[in-house]
């Protein structure tokens, strides 16, 4: 029994975890930072969809959000007394270039602002992750050319970003990550639509896109300049410079409703190889570097082909798996073959369940409709990564809401005693110790989502993610640390090996 929690059920699980394994909390800078218009930041196209009416569930913006750009310091020293030894977080390109062009100018109070926050890091013993892209184009490379729909001029662009991170930065940020789950930023802006840029074939919400193909371009897009900018890294700053670069992909397990038929068993392989391999397998598969043939199959020339640069830019161009993942569900197939599946289908022909044939459920509820608590799909996703591609897997983002956490401040001490994340992340770092453990599988960081409670893009404050909870009616956005906290900082003292 450690501060009153208890490890007996996981006391062969002491010390699995290699000795340099980084964990910690990740963050990204338009859910936390705030100060969208301070110190010559530029709109990004998450300031301008929460400054459109209608598009954020609460009305709310992330103009102060948890205000971390005034309040870093205190948050690196909530972290350090949460035992964490690296934190994840994403920079802004609009902070750092307003108007997001190779030919426009550099802020320097924004390169500051980031400079400091590494410092501090540093001195606190915590080892930074930069992301270079969490979702926020400029709003500027929006207006001109629609950003990643011209995937020329975005490329020139996002080189000269990237380049300029590593200049300011590299010399004290081994780990770097390009993208942040490509495919949710190319589905929900593109394809859904609610999130930015709001492009969708959905007239009723949306002035302008197309679902059935500018997802698939948009993918392109990052898959390519991610290999560019990763290009520029190894030939001039990773000599020097010594650190590691990649791609973070998001994927949850999909699992046949009924495992006994065959045409749902290949809606789970679909589901997976539509989500996950429609990057892992450019990026990090064997062979002729293409799109999954499923994907082919279904989307035919609207999905974009790679050229013989671009194959040779985007296969090996990550020094890491890098894995984002919450939840499983359980799939069939919708329209049966023979019929037309609609062009607009962006997830392999699909529908969804909570429960499976036998009535199984897929896990615990959260405050989050898409998301329970199912961590035998994660175990069954890390054999499913390992396996396929074979890399060293980083963790980079994993977490849940739970009900309950609406409430006003202070919170009551029930309220912060969030049991339900407790169990949640006892349950998937469990497994993720015995992958390692049992099967050697090489995990190397978890990240939990996240530090603080934020805004949660277009679902605004009505997420709460956080293992800190934060007040956001108090000026000052006071930060209450949850129970989890506490709680993971001893679990990952049991579960690293001691040096
Ligand atoms: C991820 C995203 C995070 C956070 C999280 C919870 O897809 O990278 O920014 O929003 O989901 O919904």
Request: hydrophobic share 35%; aromatic share 14%; proline share 5%.
């Amino acid at each position: 029994m450690v501060n009153g929690f208890d490890f007996a059920l996981e006391a062969e699980l002491k010390g699995a975890l290699r000795k340099d394994f980084l964990w910690g909390y990740a963050t990204a800078a338009p859910q936390i930072e705030g100060a969208w218009n301070i110190d010559g930041k530029g709109p990004s196209t998450w300031d301008v969809l929460a400054h459109t009416p209608g598009r954020v569930l609460d009305n709310s913006t992330g103009d102060d959000a948890c205000r971390s750009y005034d309040f870093f310091k205190e948050d690196v020293k909530l972290m350090k007394s949460y035992g964490v030894n690296a934190y994840r977080f994403s920079l802004s390109w609009s902070r750092i270039i307003p108007l997001g062009s190779a030919s426009d100018p550099v802020n320097e109070a924004g390169l500051a602002f980031y400079s400091d926050l590494i410092d501090e890091l540093l001195a606190a013993g915590i080892t930074p992750f930069l992301t270079l892209f969490h979702w926020d184009v400029p709003a500027a490379l929006e207006e001109r050319y629609k950003s990643m729909l011209n995937q020329d001029k975005f490329v020139k662009d996002f080189v000269r970003y990237a380049r300029v991170c590593f200049e300011r930065f590299g010399d004290r940020v081994k780990h770097w990550i390009t993208y942040n789950e490509p495919g949710v930023y190319a589905l929900a802006g593109y394809a859904g639509g609610a999130h930015a840029p709001n492009r969708s074939s959905d007239r009723e919400k949306y002035d302008e896109g197309d679902t059935s193909t500018e997802p698939w371009i948009v993918g392109h897009t990052q898959l390519v300049s991610h290999g560019h900018v990763v290009k520029v890294y190894r030939d001039e700053f990773q000599p020097k410079q010594g650190g590691t670069i990649g791609i973070t992909l998001s994927g949850n397990w999909s699992e046949p409703w009924d495992v006994e038929d065959e045409s749902d068993r290949a809606a789970a392989q679909r589901a997976l190889e539509f989500e996950i391999a429609w990057f892992a397998d450019p990026v990090h598969g064997i062979g002729e570097v293409d799109y999954p043939a499923c994907m082919r199959e279904q989307l035919g020339d609207r999905l974009p082909t790679f050229t013989d640069n671009e194959k040779k830019l985007v296969r090996g161009s990550s020094d890491f798996y890098g894995m984002n993942t919450y939840t499983a569900f359980f799939v069939r197939t919708a329209v049966p073959p023979g019929s037309p599946i609609p062009p607009e289908d962006h997830k392999g022909n699909l529908l969804w369940f909570d429960e499976n044939k036998q009535g199984v459920s897929r896990g615990a509820e959260s405050d989050t409709e898409w998301l329970r608590t199912s961590p035998w799909g994660f175990a069954k996703l890390l054999r499913w990564i390992w396996s396929r591609y074979h890399k060293p897997i980083f963790v980079t983002e994993n977490g849940t809401t739970t009900k309950g956490e609406h409430v006003s401040a202070p919170p009551r001490e029930d309220v912060l005693n969030d049991t339900h994340r407790i169990e949640f992340y006892r349950s998937y770092v469990g497994e993720l110790a015995k992958a390692v453990k049992e099967e050697g599988i090489d995990i190397r960081s978890y990240f939990g989502w996240t530090l603080m409670d934020n805004w949660e893009w277009a679902k605004g404050y009505t997420d709460r993610f956080g293992v800190t909870w934060i007040d956001f009616e108090s000026p000052e956005k006071t930060r209450y640390p949850k129970r989890s906290a506490a709680f993971n900082r001893q679990y990952f003292k049991h579960l690293i090996a001691e040096a």
